[in-house]
Nanobody, 117 residues
Framework: QVQLVESGGGLVQPGGSLRLSCAAS????????MGWYRQLPGKQRELVAT???????YYADFAKGRFTISRDSATNTAYLQMNSLKPEDTAVYYC???????????WGQGTPVTVSS
């Protein structure tokens, strides 16, 4: 079993920055992918960015150039640095981890981000 705890969300003005953190605990073994997703009000959850245990990254088009995903393998923590935030980035951001061998997937509880003046 794996637990994910997100933090770092909050209220920020347009053009500002936030850094989200996702701490994973439990049995973190084997090749895995940590990712950030978001759910805008009234919309389906969408992928923001992912990073594998070998540090390969992937970004959704809207995140390229503004968001950076990273991870600390020693602490099993993933980060999402978000810069140049826009009101349309307002959403609940969720952390996810997927294990390729078992195909198990776990979600965090989400952290809200509001971009508003």
């Amino acid at each position: 079993q794996v637990q994910l705890v997100e933090s770092g969300g909050g209220l920020v003005q347009p053009g500002g920055s936030l850094r989200l953190s996702c701490a994973a605990s439990g049995s973190i073994l084997g090749f895995n992918v940590m990712g950030w997703y978001r759910q805008l009000p009234g919309k389906q959850r969408e992928l923001v960015a992912t990073i594998t245990s070998s540090a390969t990254t992937y970004y959704a088009d809207f995140a390229k150039g503004r968001f950076t995903i990273s991870r600390d393998s020693a602490t099993n923590t993933a980060y999402l640095q978000m810069n140049s935030l826009k009101p349309e980035d307002t959403a609940v951001y969720y952390c996810n981890i997927y294990f390729r061998l078992t195909r198990a997937k776990y979600w965090g509880q989400g952290t809200p981000v509001t971009v508003s003046s």
